[in-house]
């Protein structure tokens, strides 16, 4: 049956899901065996219902990162981009017509791509050190790629070094992006010592409620 364009959105939601299962019925054939998979304990769960109708698509690498419950809703989204690669880099903003200087803003010495912006820079790949040094993590700094899979195997940590890393890693990308902006699109002018301990003081504030953070903020309480 067509949906009547005048009915509720949930009346059209489900008509719509109907037409899906009798698809999914000419695809896999039996529906009654289908309904099944939609039951437990012989009544009928929505919940079943919902995920069996949702697309199987492979998961991304950079989940764990992006939902981990200790970055600040306000970094999640901006790290969400990141991780798509989707922030508004001059290379981006070329292909949609719009004109801006393609220098990078912050050391003025290759064109602003994602993959230089991080971490190619070597303001941006010294932040990102610099704070991981702070964190007692000696890693060598390598590619976007590189350093959104060492972060995402350390989000799998319910540990504070692990939470605290995670949480450092979400608020630095925002940072270095709101930075850029700043510099490109207003008068303003990169101070490292001030984004390293805006970074600092968050973390502290932050772990003044969680137990698992105080052990080591306590040791973090200088920052060079």
């Known amino acids: 049956m067509d949906t009547p364009k005048n009915a509720a959105w949930v009346v059209r939601k489900i008509i719509g899901s109907r037409k899906k299962v009798i698809q999914l019925q000419n695809i896999q ?6 309904l099944g998979q939609m039951q437990l304990h012989g009544k009928f769960q929505i919940k079943k219902a919902y995920c069996l109708l949702l697309p199987q698509l492979p998961r991304v690498p950079w989940k764990t990162i992006v939902l981990h419950k200790q970055i600040h809703p306000r970094f999640k989204f901006n790290l969400w981009l990141a991780a798509q690669k989707r922030l508004s880099t001059f290379d981006r903003l070329q292909k949609i017509g719009i004109q801006v200087p393609m220098e990078c803003v912050f050391c003025d010495r290759g064109v602003e791509t994602f ?110």
């Not at 054939?29 to 289908?34: F, I, W």
């Not at 990102?128 to 702070?134: A, F, S, T, V």
């Open 29 to 34: 054939g039996d529906l009654h065996k289908m």
């Open 115 to 224: 993959d230089y912006l991080f971490f190619a820079c070597s303001i941006n790949r010294g932040l990102w050190g610099k704070l991981l040094q702070w964190l007692g993590h000696y890693e060598t700094i390598g590619t976007w790629k590189e350093e959104i899979h060492w972060i995402c195997n350390m989000a799998h940590g319910t540990n504070g070094a692990a939470s605290i890393t995670c949480s450092v890693f979400g608020m630095m990308v925002y940072c270095i992006w709101q930075e850029r902006n700043s510099i490109r699109f207003q008068p303003g002018q990169y101070n490292a010592t001030r984004v390293y301990r805006g970074i600092s003081l968050h973390m502290h504030i932050k772990g003044r409620h969680k137990a698992k953070w105080q052990p080591i903020l306590s040791t973090l309480n200088c920052f060079a």
